[in-house]
């Protein structure tokens, strides 16, 4: 069994163990900067100093016609930043900030088979890479153009507001090759880690959007509650985490059956989430406490 585990600011190095139990030894080791030695290999890894006393150093400011609410990287270099109703583009950089591409908003619905005609305006604001980098998912605040009416947030599902769009962008090209249909004012957006699916919060409907990716097509609409928001997927691609921000709970999401299955009570104003690489802990800011909770998803308990 071959382990690859790295620090920051350390060289990898390749760890080697007849079993789980040794492995795990070898990789704590190296978290703590002891010397571990296995049946084949001995690696020594500098100590890391404690997270509180780490900082990170400012190595370049991006500046331009931007005004970015969100900004998203791809994993593999790239990185975009969505610039919402200000701009109406997606500016795309490469690993050392520099400007690939100015990607506007505006779109022919009809083109994409939709029943509007002309040409209309988005507001990116959040965006999520396919797992391959390949693509990015741009949520739109709203739509602008006949029709169409700015969103709010302040809103409810009986107030009328129109529908919105997701655009998805090639990186290869930087143009728009896919436009999905979601709710109204879409907010977070989240691509499964399989590839297969891409989800959206619609904060003025109170729902997600479930769409497929090869097509388009929207293979579900699910009922969340009011305000959601965050969203994160799990690591097998079968379960989705949303935050309803308007309450205290974070609603569970079968991805298969596109039914929300359970809720986890975290506290006030769940907003962003994140999943640790593992599955196993799901971390919350909570908007209305100023804290962050962070959720044992294995024994159904906030641990801290």
């Known amino acids: ?77 790239e990185v975009t930043a969505q610039n ?41 604001v959040e965006a999520a890479f396919v797992p391959d ?15 169409f009416s700015e969103g709010s947030d302040k809103c409810s599902p009986s107030d009328g ?43 003025c409907t109170y729902d997600m959007t479930i769409a497929d990716t090869d097509t388009g097509e929207v293979l579900a609409t699910v009922d969340i509650g009011r305000y959601p928001r965050g969203l994160v997927v799990s690591p097998d691609s079968r379960t989705a985490y949303v935050a309803i921000m308007g309450g205290s709970e974070i609603a569970v999401v079968d991805l298969e059956s596109a039914a929300v299955t359970s809720s986890i009570g975290v506290g006030q104003g769940p907003r962003h989430l994140v999943i640790s690489p593992d599955g196993q802990y799901l971390y919350t800011t909570l908007n209305a406490e100023g804290r962050v909770a962070k959720f044992d998803l294995g024994t159904g308990e906030v641990v801290s």
């Open 161 to 203: 507001t129109p529908p919105s769009f997701l655009y998805r962008i090639s990186s290869e090209d930087w143009q728009v090759d896919q436009v999905v249909a979601a709710g109204a004012v879409p907010k977070y957006v989240a691509v499964t880690p399989d590839g297969s699916k891409v989800l959206a919060t619609n904060w």
């Open 133 to 147: 980098g390949s693509a990015v998912y741009v949520s739109n605040y709203s739509m602008y153009g006949p029709g």
């Open 84 to 124: 919402m109703m200000y701009r109406h583009t997606v500016t795309a950089y490469d690993s050392d900030g520099n400007l690939i591409a100015t990607i506007p908003d505006t779109v022919t619905l009809s083109d994409w088979g939709f029943d509007h005609e002309g040409e209309f305006q988005g507001a990116p």
């Open 1 to 77: 069994l071959i382990a690859t585990a790295s620090c920051a600011g350390t060289n990898t190095s390749d760890v080697a163990a007849d079993d789980g139990g040794a492995l795990a030894e070898a990789v704590e080791g190296l978290v703590a900067g002891e010397t571990t030695t296995t049946e084949s290999t001995t690696t020594t890894a500098p100590a890391r100093p404690p997270a509180n006393t780490l900082t990170m150093e400012k190595l370049k400011r991006i500046t331009g016609d931007i005004s970015p609410k969100s900004v998203v990287a791809s994993g593999n270099g």
